[in-house]
Nanobody
């Protein structure tokens, strides 16, 4: 059974940092491209960052470039998104996404709230 479970969200003050995790099971994690998306309140889901199956070629949205780092640990079937210098506009539900082998998997999301 395929599972993706995000964690690490929470309430953080502006300027703070969070590291999100995406733990997977039920498929070969290291064969899939991993991305993070987010959905701000009342808005559509938007892409944040992507990393290749072996950890290469990380790319970032303009809004997160320079403030975030996407990474993965294939040995432990887990992906990460380190976010720094958080702003109120980063408030959203964050989702991890795995694509490969004709499949597309989503987690349930983790809430990030940036507020003083």
């Amino acid at each position: 059974q395929v599972q993706l479970v995000e964690s690490g969200g929470g309430l953080v003050q502006p300027g703070g940092s969070l590291k999100l995790s995406c733990a997977s099971s039920g498929f070969t994690f290291g064969s899939y491209t991993m991305s993070w998306f987010r959905q701000p309140p009342g808005k559509e889901r938007e892409w944040v960052a992507t990393i290749g199956p072996t950890g290469g070629s990380p790319t970032y949205s303009d809004s997160m470039k320079g403030r975030s780092t996407i990474s993965r640990d294939n040995a432990n079937n887990t992906g990460y998104l380190q976010m720094n210098s958080l702003k109120a506009g980063d408030t959203a539900t964050y989702y991890c996404n795995l694509v490969g082998a004709g499949s597309n998997f989503w987690g349930q999301g983790t809430q990030v709230t940036v507020s003083s």
